[in-house]
């Protein structure tokens, strides 16, 4: 349910288009957990990040129904391109509807399967990566993506938060909660990166390699 400062927050901020808009209203017809969806604020940050950044060659790990992919592709200056690793097979058509709505669909390749193993199979450096995917896998993410992205680059993960669960007294020990604990710990206490942490949503991490 969205609250009331999730409601001022999207009405003034950029408003999504159309496509995405589709994207967002076939998400919650669709999915059984429609909440998973960026929403339009994250969505037109992501897009300015990569505008901001410069980026070319984007990375996004867990790309649901495909709604933060358009939202960055968007942002791609001409030639850019994305690499979506999703996991659910099923969502596929819905994933590329959306983007050919959208006019985005020759700047992604999609890449059905399991992250891991897939991301030994691509070479960076990448410009951007978003992370958004099992919360449990999230240390072994920081440590294949930070590896593939280039100095300088930017890593953003989704939902470091976790529901106020990370800061939970006493700490849940269920497998996701621990895994984004390791993972805000390793990026916290890593010489090689600059974090900033925002209370956007479930929270978010701006890590950028140095």
């Not at 099992?134 to 939902?159: C, F, M, T």
Request: hydrophobic share 40%.
């Amino acid at each position: 349910m969205q609250t009331p400062l999730d409601k001022y927050l999207q009405e003034h901020s950029c408003q999504a288009p159309e496509a995405l808009q589709w994207i967002e209203q076939q998400t919650n017809i669709r999915t059984n957990y429609p909440r998973m969806l960026s929403g339009s604020v994250q969505g037109g940050l992501l897009k300015m990040l990569v505008e901001l950044t410069g980026a070319t060659r984007i990375l996004e790990i867990g790309s649901f129904t495909g709604y933060s992919a358009a939202w960055m592709a968007l942002g791609l200056p001409e030639g850019g391109h994305i690499d979506a690793l999703e996991i659910n097979d099923e969502l596929e058509p819905l994933m590329r509807e959306g983007w050919q709505r959208a006019g985005v669909s020759e700047r992604i390749t999609l890449h059905i399967g399991d992250a891991c193993r897939t991301l030994e199979s691509l070479e960076g450096p990448y410009d951007l990566a978003f992370v958004d995917a099992n919360k449990r896998q999230y240390p072994e993410y920081y440590r294949l993506v930070l590896s593939k992205l280039r100095h300088g680059g930017l890593l953003i993960a989704d939902d470091v938060l976790w529901d106020g669960k990370v800061y939970a007294d006493p700490l849940p020990h269920d497998a996701q909660t621990e895994g984004l604990l390791e993972f805000n710990d390793m990026a916290a206490g890593d010489p090689e990166v600059e974090v900033v942490m925002l209370p956007l949503r479930d929270g978010i991490s701006l890590i950028r390699k140095k």
